[in-house]
């Protein structure tokens, strides 16, 4: 189904951030009724985001378990069932143009992968005009796949990214709707040196997290007190380097906390090596098992309110 053209409210927001164009900006085109999947396909491919995403009312079955809106979610290459700054993203602007949850301080989104619900944390986020009133989280979706990666996949990627066998702590291929192959590396300034070379990684979703120094008491010398570094490669979604990632960053929680490789309360930095300056914040709900709940959130500004012609 196609609809004609119309003026439709749009916002794009900047996740992972409380200062404008230094996060990842998601386009949320706020009434995608009547829109067809090759509009949203077309628009996705014409805004040359990573993400761009469209906000329905819940299906039946969603409204029967509680969802309070539907999203699509659209990289230029095609769709996603889930993602993580769309769905942080897509949320601040449902909140911002007047959503009410149905139940206070929790919104359930419907999307591909099921129900994802959200939560607003008490520390505040920023006051952009358009505010949501906390910080948002969204609950990591459980995981499809947790393996290593296949000898051969580990070592093309390995090559590609120019690292060494040595240079690989560990390994996994995590899928959450994404699917993730991530190296764990051994420090923070390993994973800001790499120098990819796109054509070889292929049509993968790779994701590189490497440490910054503990300085004890749960505290890190990284920016904003980060416990990692973290990058994100999406050749399988049209973008060669994702300047934060909500999906990447909630299986590398899932993988390495249970460890005890990452504590269960930290903050995570990406898009660095972009000039940007992401921060998420990741914490954990449980027992401190596999089955417990991670919590990814990120602050979000709205940097364009207005209508788009779709």
């Not at 505290?219 to 380097?241: H, K, N, Q, S, T």
Request: hydrophobic fraction near 40%.
């Amino acid at each position: 189904m196609t609809s004609s053209p119309r003026l439709r409210p749009f916002s794009q927001v900047d996740v992972f951030t409380t200062t404008p164009y230094r996060g990842n900006p998601v386009a949320v085109v706020r009434d995608a009724v009547g829109l067809g999947d090759d509009q949203m396909a077309a628009f996705a491919r014409w805004t040359n985001l990573s993400e761009t995403t469209f906000l329905l009312p819940p299906s039946p079955e969603g409204a029967a378990a509680g969802a309070d809106y539907r999203l699509r979610i659209f990289t230029p290459a095609g769709e996603l069932p889930f993602a993580g700054h769309p769905t942080l993203g897509s949320c601040h602007a449902w909140l911002a143009a007047g959503g009410t949850p149905r139940v206070a301080g929790t919104v359930v989104q419907e999307c591909g992968i099921g129900l994802v619900p959200l939560r607003r944390s008490p520390t505040p986020g920023p006051d952009d005009g358009a505010s949501s009133g906390g910080r948002l989280a969204f609950a990591a979706p459980d995981l499809l796949t947790d393996e290593p990666l296949d000898p051969s996949t580990l070592a093309a990627i390995t090559r590609a990214l120019g690292l060494d066998a040595h240079d690989v702590v560990d390994h996994r291929f995590l899928d959450n709707g994404p699917g993730w192959r991530v190296l764990l590396l051994g420090s923070a300034e390993k994973v800001l040196a790499l120098d990819p070379d796109f054509a070889g990684l292929g049509d993968l979703a790779i994701g590189v997290v490497g440490p910054y120094t503990a300085l004890g008491d749960g505290r890190y010398d990284g920016p904003d007190g980060a416990a990692v570094e973290v990058r994100g490669y999406a050749l399988d979604m049209g973008i060669p380097e994702d300047p934060v990632t909500g999906s990447l960053n909630a299986v590398v929680a899932q993988w390495l906390q249970p460890d005890g490789l990452l504590p269960a309360s930290y903050v995570a930095s990406q898009g660095t090596a972009l000039g940007r300056a992401g921060r998420v914040h990741v914490s954990r709900v449980g027992s401190g098992g596999r089955e417990d709940t991670v919590w990814v959130g990120g602050d979000a500004v709205t940097c364009i309110d207005g209508t788009v012609l779709l």
